[in-house]
């Protein structure tokens, strides 16, 4: 991958991930609200949270170099 397909990906991820971080705060605030009794909302947490993770995952991966791209 060139230096510009990383810039590109790398600019996508941090959309991504600042997207899932919003998703995780709304899903948060709806389980604190529902006393932290929904399993439902809890299934959704932990799996918001390990897309999140996947994502910086990758982000740190296009940073073979130990830049900021």
Do not use: C, P, Y
Request: proline share 0%; aromatic share 6%; hydrophobic share 35%.
């Amino acid at each position: 991958m060139n230096d510009d397909e990383k810039g590109k990906r790398f600019l996508e991820l941090i959309d991504d991930q600042n997207n899932f971080q919003w998703k995780i705060v709304a899903k948060l605030t709806s389980l604190i609200s529902s006393d932290w009794n929904s399993d439902q909302l809890k299934n959704e947490l932990e799996t918001l949270a390990e897309n999140h993770s996947e994502i910086t995952k990758e982000l740190n991966s296009l940073d073979d170099k130990g830049s900021i791209l």
